[in-house]
């Protein structure tokens, strides 16, 4: 199950083209891939944010934006 869902990934990036002007887009879409697999794994185990939370943390990840934790 866990080979289709990353194939499946890496087939819509591929064909959405999305990283078509880069250099290693073959090396860069496994790497993505990889890393939504991994972040979907952990919110299922832990379930702390809501879907729509997860979904804005991983467009903030895929969009280059990291938020450091407030101090306190």
Same mark, same amino acid.
């Given at each position: 199950m866990r080979r289709a869902i990353i194939e499946h990934f890496c087939f819509i990036l591929e064909n959405e083209q999305i990283f078509k002007d880069y250099e290693n887009e073959d090396i860069m879409i496994?790497? $993505?891939?990889?890393?939504? $697999?991994?972040i979907v794994n952990k919110w299922l185990n832990t379930k702390k944010e809501s879907p729509e939370e997860m979904t804005e943390i991983t467009l903030d990840f895929f969009n280059g934006q990291f938020h450091k934790k407030e101090k306190g």
């Open positions: 496994p790497y $993505i891939t990889y890393g939504l $697999i991994g």
